[in-house]
Structure formats: structure tokens, C-alpha cells
């Protein structure tokens, strides 16, 4: 039987409380309610990380990805960011974190676990420690209170060892001063482009073709690609065998009590007058004398979102001045505080934040609400039942999984469970296109397999796979007649580019050799243009965002000061000239210092405890099965 956490890894609803529940610090982002099994994924110091351990640190990983870049992610970014490593290397330096820590006789005690979990905000009601909502929230995912405590045991001594390291991380005023110019340092850069797409009358012969491919044959090479049959439990097909009764459903109401209530929000309006960061008090009190005239213009009865239009200096202002509905925390405290105390049809007194200072109408009022048991009892039995249909349909994979043992079981247990096996055809690690959004996690499981092999139950947009390859496809090098157009396109971008780059160092040996800046760009046909002033987090005026053109022009120290060698940006190739630098205000640092030192000293803390542990991996034995090596 498969074991009780390999089960609840795959429904996405577990997660996601899981997630909620564990205090997650530094290394604990893998949740790991640890259990050993016989295969091992790595070994450190002759303490076992199981397979189970890594595909979990792994699938919470995706999870978290998923989360941030949501459709976007693909196998592509999925290895780019080496998810795999990450994964193994999160339980590798938590595996060495807890060693450590026992090594040093640090504890916690009961009373440290019990105050944390006291103090998780899941497990309370009204801002109190709910026994019985502990216990429920527990029971949806199959843990006892034991087990939990047992592992935030765990994670409250890894964050006391963590915490003891971290200690020796400073930061002084001067760093944070250091930080401060260099961040808000602003430069004016003259540059000329020599853009690859101007040279449009690249033509290349036949032969240049067929030398470019057999040089860069690797480049066309085909994805390797794989055949492959499944077959899918889905838990809508399982809904109506679910039932749902009275007892479950106030269980459910009760343990999840604040997803029924909704905040009170507030329509408004807002004129801003802008204040600077840093302004002196005369200039605030000017901004706040303003701000009063256009109170008592609305307050006489002109239209607020025509006084918006004329006299707001926000981003609100085409609209007039109009912010929508919004929840108190997501408003600026002293402007939400101020809001949240209005009528509806107030205007208020001005109203100061970091942004300068506010007046604002108030359009309607909606007070927070809690929706009875009777109100949410639709949503609560959709939920349970889904939940139920869930674990039901689990258990049938399960069950469908264990019967599995050769290559032919999967078509012999599909009659036997009445479920159609399907084909997919060939696809590469994109997947096949038939499965839509779910194609890369489909490929990603099926490209882990060897011909023949039965996968476990692969958790995928909500479905449970078995998934078995029939047979494998290496990749290959095509004949150039099949691929002909491409490398010909291919061919002509790189030529463009070499011509441009070409030109481009001609104009810088012509710098070298004395001549003016607008002189040789004239003669290449290129026109001089200039940035205007920008800092090193903005986007370049009239560019965008171009990390090498940015690094590049940082880098110029004294006006008329051009770079040696051209850059080669998104656009094309430059030469950059400084026009100007340009300080950042004195007294902005005193506004940003506690930010500054603030994000510095995190820095620091993260540096200090990943040298902590690289130094503990130097003295550690730790060995790591070679299909995890990758």
C-alpha cells in the first residue's frame, strides 16, 4: 500500500493547507513529514533522503512556481531553473541544518511547539488558539496532532540554529550610505545604434547555406521524442457516488470560519497633491494649503471628479480621481484609516502620506460580513464533495497502481477497471498538444520513465495519470533540404549582426584614433541620440529595460568619456558617450535608511548562512544517486 503522505501529495487542495500551516523558514519550503523508505535519493552523512522525501521537495517546488509565473511556466523555465537541484539541495542543507543542531545540543521544548502552533493564525478563531479547528484542519489532511508537532519540532530547531548564525550579520550606516549612491547614482548617455536589420540586402549563396548548417548542425537537431499510453481517473466522474452530511458540513464551517466572511470595503475618490520625498516644511506646507482650497471648493458643492481632473496630481486623475472599491489593508495607513472612518457622501480634511497629501470623498460604504452556515451551504457540500470525489478517485488509481507490475498490466487492469487506455502518438518534452495546459507536467512525468515502465499516480491539473512510454525516439539531424528556410533565416540574422558589429568597431577604432564622437557616427550613417537621466534599476528613456547598455553606462566615470568596445544590447550594437552624472539628493538617504539597511542586512543574513552550510557540505559525506546528479 502506498503510504499515507505519498497520497496526499497530489491533491492540490492538501497542498495549499499544508502550506498554509507549516512555519516556513529559509530550507522548509519543502514540507516533509519525513518517512524512509527503501530507495534512496541521496545520503548525507548515513542519513537516508528518500525518493519520497525529493519528488515531495520537488512537486512543492512546481507548486510554488507555478504560483508565481502561473501559465507562463514551462519545461523550458522549469530547467533553466533547475528545479531538480533545487529541490534535492533544499533537503540536502536542511538535512545538514538539523544534524548540526543536534550536534550543538540545541532544543526546543514543548512549550516552544506549543506557542508556535498556538500562534499559526489556521488554527484560530477570532484571533484566539482553536483546539477543535487544530484538530479538523489536521484531519483534512490526514495528520495527527503528534505527527505535526513531532516535524514543528523540527523546523523551530532548524530556525534556532538559523537564527544563532544569522546574529553575526551587520550592517553599518556607512554601507547603507555606500548603497544609497550607488543605487540612485543617475546618468545621461549619448549613444548610436547600428541596428543588424539595416543591412536588408544580405543575400547568401547556396554554398554559404551549406556550410553554415554543417557547421551548425547541432542546432537543428530533432527533440528526442517518446510514444506513450495512459490512463485517467478524473473525479467528476466519481461526484455522484459522494455524499455529504449535515455533521461534515458544520466541521467544515467551523475549522474554515474567515473564508465566509468578507471585509468591509470602501468606494472613494481622491485629489492628490504631490509632495517630493525629502521636501522641506515649506514646500509640505504649501502642498497642504492647496489641498485645503480644493476641500473647501468640494465641500461648497463643485464636482469632486472635475476638481480631480484639474487639480490631482495622481495617477487617478483622467478618471477623476476615482479608486474603485477597496479593503483597508490595501490603502496606505493614514489614508485607509481616514477612509475607513467616513460616511458615505464625506469629504475630508487633507490627508497625509508619503505620496503628499490627499482629499477624499467617499462614494459608498460596505461593512464587513460573515455568511451563516445556511448562506455558504451550497459552496461547503461543492467543496466536500469535490474533496471527497478526490480521494475517492485516488483510491481507485491506487488501487489500479498496485495491480500493476509488468509492461502489459496497464492494458490488462484498464478492462479490468472498465477504463480506455489512451494513445498519445509521438511528442518531445513539450508534450502532446492534446492535453492542453497539462501537456508539460504530462511530458515531464512520462520523459522520467523508461520504455515500458509504469509510472506511479501522477497528480495532473487535478487528474490522476498512470502513464507507461511504449517507445523512444532519439533525436537526430535532419537532411538541410528539410530545414533549408530555417537555416537560411538563421543565416541572414548572423550576417546582418557581424555586419553590424563590424561597422560598429569601426567607428570605435575611429574613437581610439582621436576622431569626435558626432564626426564618425555621421560617416557611418548613424544618428547620435541621447538618453536623458536614468538610474540603474529604470528603464532606459526612448529604450526599455537593456542590462548590457546598463552595465555599460555605469561604468563611464568622467563626462566625454566613450566605452572602449562596442555593446551589444537587445536593439543592436552601441557606443556609449557620458553626458552626465548625477548624484543622488543628500537628504533622501535619511527618508530610506531603515529600508536600506533593512534589505542589506537580509543580504548579508542569506550570504552568512549559505556559507555556513557550503562550509558543513565540505566536511560532510554525502553521496547522491546518479539519476539525481543532473
Known sequence: MLNVMRKQAGSWMIKVILFAIVIVFVFWGVGSFRSKEATKAAVVNDEIISVAEYRRAYNNLLDQYRQRFGSSLNDGMIEMLNVKKQALDQLIDRTILLQEAKKLDLRVSDAEVAESVMKTAIFQNNGTFDNRRYRSILAQVHLTPEAFEAEQKNVLLGEKLTRIIMGSAKVSEVEARQWYDWQNTSVDIDYVLFEPARYGDIDPSEEEIADYFAAQKEHYKTDPMIKARYVVFDPDDYK??????????????????NDFKTEKTVEARHILIKLEPGADEEADLAAKTRAEAI????????????LAKSYSEGPTKDRGGYLGKFQQSQMVKPFADQAFSMAAGEISEPV????????????????????????????????????????????????????CFEKDDLVKNAKLFDVAVMETGSFSRRGPDALGSQKGEFATAAFSLQPDEISDIQDIGGRYYIIQPTEAIDAFIPEIQEVKANVKADLIKKMQADKAR????????????????????????????????????AAIPNIGSDPKFTAAAFQLSSAGKTTDLPVEGNAGFYLLRLSDRKAPAADGFATEKVNITSMLLRQKQRTVIKDWIDARKNDSQIFVEKEYLE
Open 295 to 306: 476641500t473647501k471648493m468640494a465641500r461648497e458643492g463643485q464636482d469632486f471628479a472635475e
Open 502 to 537: 563590424e561597422d560598429a568597431e569601426a567607428m570605435s577604432a575611429d574613437l581610439v584614433a582621436g576622431k569626435a564622437f558626432e564626426e564618425s557616427a555621421a560617416l557611418r550613417g548613424v544618428d547620435v541620440k541621447q538618453t536623458g537621466l536614468f538610474s540603474r534599476d
Open 352 to 403: 497625509k502620506t508619503q505620496f503628499g497629501w490627499h482629499v477624499i470623498k467617499v462614494e459608498s460604504v460596505e461593512e464587513a460580513t460573515t455568511n451563516t452556515i445556511e448562506q455558504s451551504n451550497a459552496q461547503i457540500i461543492e467543496t466536500l464533495t469535490d474533496r471527497k470525489a478526490r480521494n475517492l478517485v485516488y483510491d481507485k488509481a491506487e488501487q489500479f497502481y498496485e495491480r
Open 240 to 257: 455522484d457516488q459522494v455524499t455529504v452530511n449535515e455533521d461534515e458540513i458544520t466541521d467544515y464551517y467551523d475549522a474554515n470560519i
